[in-house]
Nanobody, 120 residues
Framework: QVQLVESGGGLVQAGGSLRLSCAAS????????MDWYRQAPGKYRELVAF???????NYADSVKGRFTISRDNAKNAVYLQMNSLKPEDTAVYIC??????????????WGQGTQVTVSS
């Protein structure tokens, strides 16, 4: 019923930039917080950044000042602008959102992930 689809990952050199996008589709009534997580091989999934419906944001210390999260409520989309990328940013980036469907069922939804690889 509800899908999150990410795009924008890829291979970039250290110091470069990438912009990730995530669009939600389906039987959506409203979307609450939207987040980006990442998971590197052999590591736990970590929260990178989140944004509330009214635009309040928070970031992991490791990305503060380099990454910017934003959203477009009209498009049911969230974005992650990543600048000054470092090799340690290499991971699968996964979109997450709390969504209320049109039958008023609220649940967590996850995208399939998009690979970001930063070469040194």
């Amino acid at each position: 019923q509800v899908q999150l689809v990410e795009s924008g990952g890829g291979l970039v050199q250290a110091g470069g930039s990438l912009r990730l996008s995530c669009a939600a589709s389906g039987s959506i009534f409203s979307i609450n917080a939207m987040d980006w997580y990442r998971q590197a091989p052999g590591k736990y999934r970590e929260l990178v950044a989140f944004i509330t419906r009214d635009g309040s944001t928070n970031y992991a210390d490791s990305v503060k000042g380099r990454f910017t999260i934003s959203r477009d409520n009209a498009k049911n989309a969230v974005y992650l602008q990543m600048n000054s990328l470092k090799p340690e940013d290499t991971a699968v980036y996964i979109c997450h959102a709390g969504i209320t469907t049109r039958n008023f069922y609220t649940s967590d939804y996850w995208g399939q992930g998009t690979q970001v690889t930063v070469s040194s």
